[in-house]
């Protein structure tokens, strides 16, 4: 033991995590002690070096995780009828950081009419510095394609804004046409286009031909928006990212058709990132006949055993870049006012508190993959796709203290995480699962400590990219 074991330097340190077991997604799992400087990773050492630090945290029998990177999250989002869901980022953020998620990747929301691109960046960046006790990135929404968009871009690139998403289906769609000129101009000033793959057209004959039958019951939902529509939209933008020589990141990716269309473009030399849910990974179709189907509307939906056992394979491989919560707090009382049509229930529900301990437990416990495969998918790739690695992602002497302290033997019920706000409902409460953060730490702030959330809006902040 010694010096020569030190791979960072030995000031004193502000927080030493000792004795557990820390996992990599490229190196796997090693009993370190890992200090923290200053925010960041400044030495990871041999177990019981002889340092001092102003807190210890004893990590024996735990692991130590890279903090969880939601991708797809959707706070305090913007209702039709000038209400937003319920939540904040204050709520969200605990909810989060609770679960192990140290960084969301959130959205600036869809352009009002008269509201320029950086205009809603500065609001939405506002929003986040002045409550989010986690980091949070953004991806702006784009729902036009005119001269003052196109003129925003570069500059909320600069501003580290540099992912977009632009949906292919709903009122804030745009058209083939548009996205083309929308994507020219990301991928001009190096952004990373993203896409809600839907084809549009297809889901509106598919919904028609339904409703012509009668058919608009919760179980009739993943009829109306078939796996061919979101497949045929990914081959679309693949090949116009191909034309590019551009990345392109696709949203919740919901199964079988979808991943063949993202393997095709991949071997056509695209790098296709493959963002999945952590829905698409629990559950299957068979949850739309419960007495609380209304609950799983969420598009695209949830599809068949087949698609599940599917993403998983994907997962293993590494086909699967990153796993989003898609996370968006209807209230339940909103969300549960017409259970028999699923043309009037809102799509979507709130999962963000959810998302990190159940895919530990999908993992680790029930798939039988190992913690670096859990790594892999809850940041690691998600960091590279997104332009956050290498200070998020990674356990590694230069990186934020971004550090989940996990209890691999704590068991938990949904219904015992701390939901978003009081008045929203979510997927996972009669989920069993074992595996929860004892402390959770953002830049090296402490956010959770022995399974209490004690972050603040000082705690977290806007990342720019
Ligand atoms: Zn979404």
């Not at 998403?165 to 101009?185: A, F």
């Not at 015992?416 to 409460?429: E, G, H, I, K, M």
Request: charged share 20%.
């Amino acid at each position: 033991m010694g010096q020569r074991h030190y791979m960072g330097h030995d000031l004193g340190h502000d927080l030493l995590i000792r004795g557990g077991i820390v996992v990599t997604a490229a190196g796997g799992e090693q009993r370190l002690d890992v200090a923290v400087s200053a925010g960041r990773i400044s030495a990871l050492l041999e177990p019981g070096a002889p340092i001092a630090a102003d807190e210890t945290v004893d990590a024996d029998g735990h692991y130590v995780l890279p903090g969880g990177i939601d991708t797809h999250s959707h706070v305090s989002w913007p209702l039709a009828d000038g209400r937003v869901t319920d939540d904040g980022f204050d709520g969200a953020g605990a909810a989060a950081a609770l679960g192990g998620t140290t960084t969301l990747v959130d959205f600036v929301p869809p352009l009002r009419p008269d509201q320029r691109l950086r205009d809603a960046s500065e609001e939405r960046i506002a929003q986040i510095e002045a409550a989010a006790p986690i980091d949070v990135a953004l991806h702006p929404i784009l729902n036009r394609a005119d001269a003052g968009v196109l003129a925003d871009i570069p500059e909320v690139i600069r501003a580290g804004l540099t992912s977009f998403k632009m949906y292919m289906t709903y009122g804030d769609r745009v058209n083939d046409g548009q996205i083309w000129r929308l994507m020219q101009q990301i991928v001009a000033h190096d952004g990373l286009p993203g896409f809600h793959a839907e084809n549009h057209d297809l889901l509106t004959d598919s919904l028609e031909t339904l409703v012509q039958q009668g058919r608009t019951a919760v179980t009739d939902f993943p009829e109306s928006r078939p796996a061919l529509a979101e497949a045929a939209a990914i081959r679309t933008v693949t090949h116009m990212a191909g034309k590019l020589a551009s990345p392109v990141y696709v949203f919740h990716v919901s199964g079988d058709e979808a991943l063949a269309a993202i393997r095709d473009g991949r071997r056509d030399g695209v790098a296709v990132h493959a963002e999945t849910c952590t829905h698409y990974l629990t559950f299957d179709e068979s949850v739309f006949a419960r007495p609380d189907g209304w609950k799983f509307v969420i598009t695209p939906p949830i599809r068949g055993a087949h698609d599940n056992a599917l993403l998983w394979e994907a997962v293993e491989r590494g086909a699967v870049t990153s796993v989003g919560s898609d996370h968006c707090a209807y209230d339940a009382a909103s969300k549960s006012a017409h259970p028999g049509d699923h043309r009037l229930t809102p799509p979507g529900a709130a999962g963000i508190q959810a998302r990190t301990p159940v895919l530990w437990d999908q993992c680790v416990n029930r798939r039988g993959l190992t913690p670096a495969h859990f790594v892999a998918v809850s940041s690691e790739r998600a960091a590279r796709a997104l332009g956050l690695s290498p200070r998020k992602g990674t356990i590694a002497v230069g990186s934020d203290a971004d550090v989940v302290v996990l209890d691999p033997r704590r068991r938990w019920r949904g219904s015992d995480l701390l939901p978003a706000s009081p008045r929203t409902f979510d997927l996972y409460d009669s989920y069993e699962g074992a595996g929860l953060p004892t402390h959770v730490f953002v830049r090296g702030n402490a956010v959770v400590r022995d399974g209490a959330f004690c972050g603040s809006p000082t705690t977290g902040g806007f990342v720019r990219r």
